[in-house]
Each structure stands twice: as C-alpha cells, then as structure tokens.
C-alpha cells in the first residue's frame, strides 16, 4: 500500500503536485478542504458539526478533521493506497494518522514538504477560483477559463472561496 502525505501551506501547490501523482499512482487524492466541502454538501452529521465552525471563521477542531479523515482511508478506493493533502496540519493530527495506521498494520510510505515564498502563496491563493459546480479550479493569470466566471468543463460559475481572498 503507497499512503503520501503533501505538507505545506496553503497555496503552496499541493493540490497541483496531487493531481500529477495520483495519475501516475493510480491513488485517490484526499483534500481535507474537499472532505469538509462533502460532508456539508451531503449534509452528514459530521459535515453540519464542521459547517457550525466553518461558518463562523473558526477551524474545525482536530478531533473532527481526524474522524473525517479516518472514515475517508477506510473507503474502498483507498485499498491500495491514497495521498494525503492539508492533513495532518500539526502534531496531534500526525500522532493521530499513526494510530490509525498503525491499528490497520499500515504506515506512512512518503511524506513530502512543498516549501513555498509567502508572496507567491498570496499571489495564488487569491487568484485561485473555484467552479461551484463541479469544482474545477482556475487562477487569474496562471490558467484562467476561456470566459471569464464560466467553468470550461461544465459552464458552471466561478467564485472565490472565503479563504481565498487576500
């Protein structure tokens, strides 16, 4: 079993590295964001706890992160692997993932830091846009739509995200 971890901070190109190795390790790429997005979506018992938070600006607590990410490793497509991005965020998550792992006979394989100049972050988290339907995601100057707010896979609308903005 291949299970990676992608650490950095926001905006650093994880999301953009996922895409690249989950196509060559035939892995599932596991967002932590994209779970949070999910569950409030589907309306799951934990997604409503992580949207009170959310909705207020605060960071959904490590205890939840750490029973979304644990139900989500357990799912079929990740059998034979799967690469971790935004989790774990601190020490208590990553003491957490071990004693997961480590109850299913399994550890970390790879754990890759992506370090990236604050400036650089800024300049990406805030052109960074999202399409509200099927989630493809754009920058303003690095890979725009070919019409600008309209999603090119599926003409759904682009936003930008609250955590997003500078």
Do not use: W
């Amino acid at each position: 079993m291949l299970s990676i971890v992608l650490m950095g901070p926001p905006g650093a190109g994880k999301g953009t590295q996922a895409k690249e190795m989950t196509k060559t390790y035939h892995i599932p790429h596991i967002s932590t964001g994209d779970i949070l997005r999910q569950n409030i979506k589907d309306q799951t018992p934990l997604g409503a706890q992580a949207k009170e938070y959310m909705d207020s600006g605060r960071l959904v607590p490590d205890e939840l992160t750490i029973k979304l990410m644990d139900e989500r490793i357990k799912e079929a497509d990740c059998r034979d692997g799967y690469l971790l991005d935004g989790f774990p965020r601190n020490l208590e998550q990553a003491e957490a993932l071990d004693r997961i792992l480590a109850a299913r006979d399994e550890a970390v394989t790879v754990a890759l830091l992506i370090d990236t100049d604050p400036e650089v972050i800024t300049r990406r988290i805030s052109g960074r846009r999202v399409c509200r339907s099927c989630g493809t995601v754009y920058h303003t100057v690095q890979l725009p739509p070919s019409k600008e707010g309209s999603c090119d896979v599926c003409e759904g609308e682009l936003y930008q995200r609250d955590d997003d903005k500078e």
